[in-house]
């Protein structure tokens, strides 16, 4: 689904990534996790085109990102945004058919019926006709995933989706990401949400420094991890 | 478009003379209406009953166009004072010292807003600081509190300082002979609106783009040295 | 002070309107704001262009915007006098060619203010929308712009405060608007000045003054939609009706 070959992105004289080499299969969960500025995010933003990449090749089903549209190749990629990135300026029901209705994936007369579907998918069906700042986190990340969900991508990436919220509130924004799992998308997701790493995900990729360290199934990956530098992030993060 | 009365002297020397009056113009009312908006701002600050009296005078020079109070200066002004008075400034005084004058105090209005508003940023324990070393009110405001204000609106007294300069051009509506007013002159005379609107545009521009990219750079000079990290 | 008002108060609201050309206050007025509506789709252009992904638009814009800071008001009126009538190819009444000046001295500055505005919007926001698959033009018209131009009125409601200032400007080349209108009747009066300017600038004084009560106003009932919950419908409502 998502194939990385020496992947390299530099930032003036920094080397963010230092060849990315992997896969994601179709109907895979990935979770990406690292120490912080180990090139995680970089690393998902690259598959969209959020950043160019110097170096290497990058395919979603077997298209080289470079040689498609820019715009072809976003629609067909949901993207989930730390920070939510809600369009706060129209209603929660009109940021899911904003793009879908401008891009003519789904007629105008359908488009209320198709949003309240995929709001009531994430249990916001209620909420619909709120904005953004009436919401509370939890409920805007859900609406962020009904709005990707809305132009029907085969891949979803999440960028530290939980990160950005009360402790209070990640559970349902996860439960909304397991429930996207079991119906079979290709996700990869950027978190710290070790839980979630060890109940859905089908990999995890350790990355540091810009490079992936170990790939490997999550009870592997928390039992006996191979890699020191895995040891040490898993000893921090339990510390935690 | 004809370029052949670049070719007299006497036109350069025109354009000479209304440029050295913009100049002229310029900087007196410059280094007044920049000491004059200080001193507003302290009067401002120190003085419970002068505060409404500097927001009165900010208000007027912030709602009347330039060129209205620069006509206020020069028509209906002379007509308030006495009469010995008036007759000394009719036979002593042109539109040049009027001109100056409106475009001083209309400067030193905004500059003292900006300056307020620069003081406005510092943070209260700086004040507190320079009680507690033992400075005195005018020790603190020179050596600690006006370089940080200043550095504050810095921006801002750039700007000013470019609307002064682009506002000496009134002074054509009193009969000041700068720049713009020979211009126009050199417009009447020989019909080449072109060259006669071209040389002064390029003067102009040399002037306010060393203005402003100065500014920059003095902007960005004051901002690596500054100790403050805002 | 009362006698001249009664003598000459409606050449001063209206100069000779309805027998004759419309003129002193109202056509300051007019004047502004007929530049701000013809200045303003232009500035959002000039701003969109100094943002511009590509670097030559954005080059040409900022020599564009530094050339109009860099000229006096009343320079730019003097060639609007020279190449309005060279563009168009008819000649174009005093009003009209100031018109055109202010237009393209408002399209810098407004511009610039909403470039302001434009720069301070998250980079989330375009991120997001660019990554539903939104093209530049889409994510500019639906998500950029009715934020930004919201945040925007009440600089609008300043840049026409400037405008009223700046028509003044126009009684130098012999437009009817409010200071000439003043210039007019001191030099029939020639007795009363004092009175005449008086009266002059407290005219500018009440419409300017006016008019910035009303940005601050806006400033701060934007800033409550902004930081409350209760208000968004009206941002959208103002969104929308822009």
Known sequence: MIQFSGVEKRYGGYLALRGIDGEVARSEVVVLCGPSGSGKSTLIRTVNRLEAIDKGTIKVEGVDVRDECQNRLRARIGFVFQQF????????????????????????????????????????GSLADRYPSQLSGGQQQRVAIARALAMEPPVMLFDEPTSALDPEMVGEVLAVMKGLARDGMTMVCVTHEMGFAREVADKVWFMAEGKVLERASPTEFFTAPSHPRTRNFLAAIRAA | MTFAILEQADIWRLFATGLRLTAELFVFAAILGFGFGAALTALRQSNRWAAPLVIGFVEYHRNVPSLVQLLVWYFAVPQVLPAILRGWIEQ???????????????????????????????????????????????????????????????????????????????????????????????????????AAFLVPTIMYLCC??????????????????GADSR | ?????????????????????????????????????????????????????????????????????????????????????????????????????????????????????????????????????????????????????????????????ILVKDTSLASLVGVHELTFSANQINAQLLTQPLEVYALLAAAYFVLCFALSRLSQFLESKIARIRSGSTGSAAVVAIAEAI
């Open chain 2, 92 to 194: 002593n005084l042109d539109g040049f010292v009027f001109a100056i004058v409106a475009l001083s105090l209309n400067a030193a209005a905004y500059i003292s807003e900006d300056l307020r508003s620069g003081f406005r940023t510092l943070p209260k324990g700086q004040f507190e600081a320079t009680e507690a070393l033992g400075l005195s009110r005018f020790q603190a405001l020179r050596l600690v509190l006006l370089p940080q204000a200043v550095r504050a609106c810095f921006p801002a007294l750039v700007s000013q300082t470019l609307s002064l300069f682009k506002a000496t051009t009134l002074a054509m509506a009193i009969g000041v002979g700068e720049l713009m007013y020979v211009a126009r002159r050199i417009d009447g005379q020989t019909y080449a609106t072109f």
């Open chain 1, 85 to 124: 990135n809600l369009f706060p300026h129209i209603s929660a029901l009109r940021n899911v058919t904003l793009a879908p209705v401008l891009l003519g994936k789904w007629p105008k007369r359908e488009a209320r019926e198709r949003a309240l579907h995929l709001l009531n998918r994430v249990g916001l």
């Open chain 3, 1 to 161: 002070m009362i006698d001249i008002l009664s003598r000459f108060g409606t050449s001063l609201l209206i100069g000779q309107f309805p027998h004759g050309p419309l003129g002193g206050i109202a056509l300051t007025v007019v004047m502004s704001a007929v530049a701000l509506l013809c200045a303003f789709p232009f500035a959002v252009g000039v701003a969109m262009a100094r943002t511009s992904p590509i670097a030559a638009v954005r080059r040409l814009a900022a020599v564009y915007v530094y050339f109009v800071r860099g000229v006096p008001l009343l320079l730019l009126i003097f060639w609007a006098y020279f190449v309005v009538p060279l563009v168009t190819g008819v000649g174009t009444s005093a009003t009209v060619t100031v018109i055109c000046a202010l237009v393209a001295y408002e399209g810098a500055y407004l511009g610039e203010a909403i470039r302001g505005a434009l720069e301070a919007l998250p980079r989330g926001q375009v991120e997001a929308s660019r990554s539903l698959g939104l093209g530049y033009w889409s994510t500019s018209t639906y998500v950029v712009l009715p934020q930004v131009l919201v945040s925007c009125l009440p600089s609008m409601v300043n840049q026409f405060i």
């Open chain 2, 208 to 225: 306010t783009l060393a203005i402003m990219f100065g500014g920059e750079r003095m902007q960005r000079r004051l901002v690596a040295t």
